[in-house]
């Protein structure tokens, strides 16, 4: 499977001939169940997992191409689909569950598929259902998954939160809430310490600077 990143040899070949075949797949994950759907009819096989083709049915609109980097999100439209799928989309949590579309290519026209390529990878935000005499229709919108760089990680400079990243075994910040409040001597006097004599007894030895004087510690 070729990613947008690169293109493996499969994609390559099929863009190069005379006729060429494309497809569009979309996986859509659910806790009961994964839909998985394609814009043909039949089944095929995309990575020894089985899609439904739905034909016409299934639309996809939204991509936008840009050399920024950019959250462009995608709009994924179902009508006419069974009640299974229906009754996802009823009774599944739906939000922020991941959404894939894949570019795909078959063979000759056949259902045997030369190669896909990642075309968008997101998660569900908002899901809609249109139900009149004839059918009903889907119409799902993905965000893009560079959304969570917008996101805060909720996650500090803490134990608690080393220890969520890394597990209990890691003491990196054990004591990073002690040095809050640590009294750190620097040129200066402490309050407890206050000032040292230098020099013996009661002022007898003379020292640079006088007898019995003191230096700060």
Known sequence: MATRQGLDSSIVNALSESNVYPF?????????????????????????????????????????????????GVTVTISGMDETVLGYALSENYQN???IVY????????NEV???????T??????????????????????????DLRKASMLRYNKESQKFVSGATDTAFNRVQK???????????????????????????SQEGGGGGTVMR
């Open 179 to 205: 040095l809050q409040d640590q009294e750190i001597l620097w040129g200066r006097s402490s309050s407890t310490s206050g000032r040292v004599p230098v020099g013996g007894g009661g002022g007898g030895g």
């Open 122 to 147: 997101g998660r569900m935000t908002t899901m809609n259902i249109n139900d009149d005499p004839t059918g009903s229709t889907i119409v799902v919108n993905a965000e893009n998954r560079l959304i």
């Open 97 to 99: 569950r991941k959404l």
């Open 24 to 72: 569009i797949a979309v996986k859509a994950f659910f806790d009961s169940g994964n839909v998985l759907v394609w814009s043909g009819t039949d089944d095929i096989s995309i990575s020894s997992e089985t899609y439904t083709g739905a034909g016409s049915l299934l639309s996809v609109s939204g991509f936008e191409e840009s050399q920024q980097l950019k959250t462009n």
């Open 103 to 110: 570019l795909g290519f078959l063979d000759g026209g056949t």
């Open 114 to 120: 030369k190669g896909v390529m990642n075309a968008f």
